[in-house]
Structures are given as structure tokens and as C-alpha cells.
């Protein structure tokens, strides 16, 4: 028989927050991938986990899935655990768990501490639907263009982000997005200094720049999305309205799309009539 493959959230910060299964699985399984070895080492240690442990990261998970998925083919359970927090959330895991799903292996979610989900519903910001960007990237430029395509996007944003960036990133998203957009920055969470400061994104980088300390750490930036009120669709409206149009007069697209969207039907209407006219 195969074993399993156990994906194993671990602590974001606070160790108390370690499940009682998933430290029944670690110390369980034959083997634990992990990011950093010295640093799974030392949360391992502290909770008496003595299972060995293989490294695997961005840089050699290729390498490393024949080795890992032929010891649970042939008979061993194994764990993958990230850094900190649930594994393939903007960390490596992910050809591991595909590579295993197409041989017919078992993947268990081992479910537990999240990041993205401890500064979502700490934000006061909609949670009904939401988007999760990860890391900008880096340069300046490319960080700009990817916040102005977002700049229309109706769901609350999620994204990672760098201290020693945190400045020029708010004064980006505040010049994307409108120094008025409600956003939350989530740092350090569940660790000694966690820090949750609901505010406009004007207010806030106000309140980064002014204070280093909230440049430290790990940070999670919680922005709202833009309101109906400021006049465009996102991607997923306007394709369901155009799909409408092929079928449907205008009117009855727009009301029909209203209905399943819950944007405004005026709303819908206008755009709807702006393309007919672009077209003639």
C-alpha cells in the first residue's frame, strides 16, 4: 500500500497555535519536507518533533519529488510543512502536490494557521469575496501596473509585502487606488508586537512613515475593493453582460446581469450602451 502526503499548517508566530493533530502528524509520518531545515529545526525542537526532516524549496522541489513521492509509493507517510502558516500560500509545495495527485496518491490537508486568512477577517473589511495577490513585485514600475489593473477590482485585496518596501508600496496603492480607500495593515500577527491599523490608505501611509517600527516585520496588506459608485465593471461583470448582449436586447442584458451580479442596473445599462457606441 501507498502512503499518504500530509500537508501540515504550522504557526505563524504564536507556537500555542499548533493544532494537537498537526503535531500528531509530524511526529508520525517517516519524513517532513520543509523550507529551512535550521528553521523548522528550531519550532520542532521546541515541540518535541523528532522526525527527520528533507529540504524543499523553490530551488529544488523539482529535484526533490521523485525522491519524496517514492517513499510514500512505497508505503511511507510524509509531511510537507512551509516556513510558517499554511504551505503552497505563496510558498513552495505546489508541483509536489500535483505530481502526487496525478499518481494517485493521497493528499491530506492538515488545516490550521494562515496569514492571509488571520489578517482578512481581522481587517473589517468584506470577506465575502476576496483576491489574493501575494508578493507585488519588486521594481517600482512593474509594481505600479499590476495596482493600476487592480485599481477596478470589486473584491477585497490581499497581499504580501516587504518592510523594507512598505512605504513605497502604500504610496503606490494610495496613487492607484485613491488616497480614500479603505485598507488594513496587518503586521506581526500573532507574535508579540502584532500590530492591525484599519485606516484609509492616506491615513495609513501617513501612520507607516511616521513610525518605523510598523516597517518591521512580517506584514499583511488588506485593501477594499473599489465601490460600484466609481463607475466600471470588473473582469467577470463585463464578460457575463457581453455574454447577455448576444443573446439579449440591451435592457434585458443589463437587468438580467444585475440579477446576477448584484451590480447596478444602471450601471450595467450605461456600459453596455457606451460599447454600442464605441461600435458605431
Same mark, same amino acid.
Given at each position: 500500500?501507498?502512503g499518504k502526503?500530509?500537508?501540515v499548517a504550522t504557526p505563524i ?13 509530524l511526529?508520525?509520518v517517516?519524513?517532513?519536507?520543509v523550507?529551512d531545515?535550521? =528553521?523548522?529545526g528550531r519550532?520542532?525542537? #521546541?515541540?518535541s518533533?523528532?522526525?527527520? @526532516? $528533507?529540504?524543499? =524549496? ?6 526533490r519529488i521523485?525522491l519524496l513521492?517514492?517513499k510514500v509509493a512505497?508505503?511511507?507517510? +510524509? %509531511? $510537507?510543512?512551509s516556513d510558517?502558516?499554511?504551505p503552497l500560500?505563496s510558498?513552495?509545495g505546489f508541483?509536489?502536490?500535483? &505530481? #502526487?495527485h496525478a499518481?494517485?496518491?493521497?493528499v491530506v /490537508?492538515?488545516?490550521?494557521p494562515?496569514?492571509v486568512i488571520a489578517a482578512?477577517c481581522?481587517?473589517g473589511?468584506p ?6 495577490e501575494?508578493f507585488l513585485p519588486a521594481k517600482a514600475?512593474a509594481r505600479? !501596473?499590476?495596482l493600476?489593473?487592480?485599481? *477596478? ?7 504580501y509585502? !516587504?518592510? =523594507?518596501r ?5 504610496a503606490d @496603492? ?9 485598507a488594513?495593515? %496587518?503586521r506581526e500577527?500573532? *507574535?508579540?508586537?502584532?500590530?492591525i491599523i484599519p %485606516?484609509?490608505?492616506?491615513k495609513? +501611509?501617513?501612520r507607516v ?5 510598523? &516597517?518591521k516585520?512580517? +506584514?499583511?496588506?488588506?485593501v477594499?475593493g473599489?465601490a %460600484?459608485?466609481e463607475?466600471a465593471l ?7 453582460l ?6 439579449? /436586447?440591451?435592457? &434585458?442584458a #443589463?437587468? $438580467?446581469a444585475?440579477k +446576477?451580479t448584484?451590480? *447596478?442596473?444602471n450601471?450595467?445599462?450605461?456600459t453596455? $450602451?457606451s460599447? &454600442?457606441?464605441? *461600435?458605431?
Open positions: 500500500m501507498t502526503l500530509y500537508i508566530g504564536n507556537p500555542a497555535d499548533f493544532s494537537e493533530r498537526a503535531l500528531t502528524v511526529r508520525e517517516k519524513l517532513v519536507a523550507e531545515t535550521r =528553521h523548522s519550532l520542532f525542537n #521546541a515541540c518533533i523528532n522526525t527527520p @526532516m $528533507l529540504s524543499c =524549496h523553490d530551488y529544488n522541489e523539482t529535484e521523485e513521492l517514492g512505497a508505503g511511507d507517510d +510524509i %509531511a $510537507l510543512v510558517a502558516g499554511t500560500v510558498d513552495p508541483q509536489l502536490v500535483r &505530481q #502526487a499518481r494517485g496518491i493521497t /490537508p492538515v488545516p490550521g494562515s496569514a482578512l481581522s481587517a473589511l470577506t465575502d469575496r476576496f483576491v489574493f501575494g514600475g505600479q !501596473a499590476r493600476q489593473e487592480l485599481a *477596478k477590482e470589486r473584491r477585497t485585496l490581499v497581499f509585502e !516587504a518592510p =523594507h512598505i512605504v513605497e508600496c502604500l @496603492m494610495e496613487a492607484c487606488f485613491g488616497s480614500e480607500r479603505a488594513t495593515l %496587518a500577527l500573532t *507574535k508579540t508586537y502584532e500590530t %485606516a484609509t490608505l492616506g495609513l +501611509i501617513e512613515r511616521s513610525d518605523e517600527n510598523q &516597517q516585520g512580517e +506584514i499583511v496588506l488588506v477594499g473599489c %460600484a459608485s463607475g470588473d473582469a467577470d461583470a463585463e464578460k457575463t457581453k455574454i447577455l448582449l448576444e443573446e439579449l /436586447p440591451l435592457r &434585458q #443589463a437587468s $438580467l444585475a +446576477i448584484g451590480l *447596478k442596473k450601471l450595467l445599462y450605461d453596455a $450602451l460599447w &454600442q457606441e464605441i *461600435k458605431d
